[in-house]
């Protein structure tokens, strides 16, 4: 989910994604959301809608106040960032969205690992389903 708090609406263009690595960020590489996506885990079972119809890259649309806009954005991670991010326990990155006016729009992502808990998570605005095996 996205939103704008400005009272101008927004026009998003590109989204990018940078993940701090040894005080450098290293931005990701963008993936278009690929039709029937699967997400095999050992632990959990994933199901998400029809993705590649919500893929905030390949949509155009308005962002404008208090206007939620639902979907989903894809990054891969290369080898190093993955290592990296499979053993810090905690991970910071920073989302950019370019709108039409090449304005950049700054979010800082701090995550720590979430330990798997016991349950269903149901997104149904997202159309989203995690359930725990």
Do not use: A
């Amino acid at each position: 989910m996205i939103t704008n708090k400005g009272k101008k609406p927004i026009y998003p263009l590109q989204f990018d994604l940078f993940y701090k690595l040894n005080k450098k960020w290293i931005q990701l590489n963008k993936v278009i959301i690929p039709e029937n996506l699967e997400f095999p885990s050992d632990t959990q079972n994933i199901e998400i809608g029809k993705t590649s119809k919500n893929d905030l890259q390949m949509d155009k649309y308005k962002l404008v106040e208090s206007d939620p806009f639902f979907g989903h954005i894809m990054f891969g991670l290369n080898d190093e960032v993955f290592n990296d991010f499979k053993k810090s326990p905690k991970c910071k990155f920073k989302l950019i969205c370019t709108d039409s006016v090449r304005n950049k729009h700054k979010i800082k992502i701090p995550m720590k690992k979430m330990i798997p808990t016991k349950g269903t998570f149901l997104y149904p605005k997202l159309k989203m389903k995690i359930e725990n095996k």
